[in-house]
């Protein structure tokens, strides 16, 4: 006896929220072990098993509860716990108060940012949602610990770093509790129709090409950075042309 579609669809949604989370809990034990390049990886790769799982989850004409819950939970450990952890360890390694406090908001903005969604009618998240999505934040994070790590990543860090993630914790924490619009992924896949497989393969070559020249941190943040910094205003584009 075959599955219907709606079930197979809402079983690979949740398969691939379980990997998501898989990877946010590796990025957690490489973190404590210290391998920071690893770490940083498994979150990134976290990013983008959360899109496909949002791409999944769209399939499915009835909506499922359990898997928007499993969701929200996973991205807490993903794109809340597991990159604070990553920053902590990287870059202070011994107690700093100031960076506690600042990645316990990171983390407590990032909660309610997943809470408010969660109540959220969606017939108002047409094409954006409101406040800085989660996985954006951890991606942001992770990018960043990529671009300074060296070798078995125990080289000295240039003294502008510590100052520079505090900021930007700080910054990522308030956007993502404001009332900022950002794209989703259906209004991306709308503004680039037809040339989305084009830009998916010119991506890839970029950020292969990133790889040999180990600047695959460089490449990564720059792309969550365009997004954050040009998303509100293409939102705001849409909305008036809509």
């Known amino acids: 006896m075959t599955q219907a579609p709606s079930n197979i669809y809402r079983q690979a949604a949740n398969f691939v929220t379980i990997s998501s989370l ?7 034990i490489f973190c404590i072990e210290g391998h920071f390049t690893f770490a940083s990886w498994a979150i990134i790769l976290s990013v ?3 899109g496909l799982d949002g791409q999944l989850a769209r399939k499915n004409p009835v909506p499922s509860e359990f898997g928007k819950e499993l969701d929200s939970l996973v991205d807490v450990v993903s794109f809340g716990i597991a990159p604070s952890m990553l920053g902590y360890i990287f870059i202070y390694r011994d107690f700093y108060f100031s960076a506690t406090l600042a990645l316990f908001y990171y983390l407590f903005c990032s909660v309610m940012r997943l809470a408010k969604y969660n109540i959220t009618p969606k017939e108002k998240l047409v094409n954006y949602f409101y406040g800085l999505p989660t996985t954006v934040g951890g991606g942001i994070l992770a990018s ?19 100052s520079i993630f505090l900021l930007m914790v ?3 924490a308030f956007l993502m509790v404001s009332r900022v619009r950002y794209l989703n992924l259906d209004a991306l896949k709308q503004l680039l129709a037809r040339k989305i497989r084009l830009t998916i393969a010119v991506l890839s070559v970029l950020l292969v090409l990133a790889l040999l020249l180990r600047k695959a941190g460089v490449f990564i943040f720059a792309l969550f950075l365009i997004y954050l910094l040009f998303s509100p205003f293409v939102v705001k584009r849409l909305n008036n042309t809509g």
Do not use: A, E, T, W
């Open 22 to 28: 898989v990877c946010g809990f590796s990025s957690i």
């Open 48 to 50: 983008l098993l959360d």
């Open 144 to 162: 960043f610990i990529l671009i300074f790590r060296k070798g078995k990543d125990i080289s000295p860090l240039p003294k502008f770093v510590p």
């Open 170 to 172: 700080l910054v990522l």
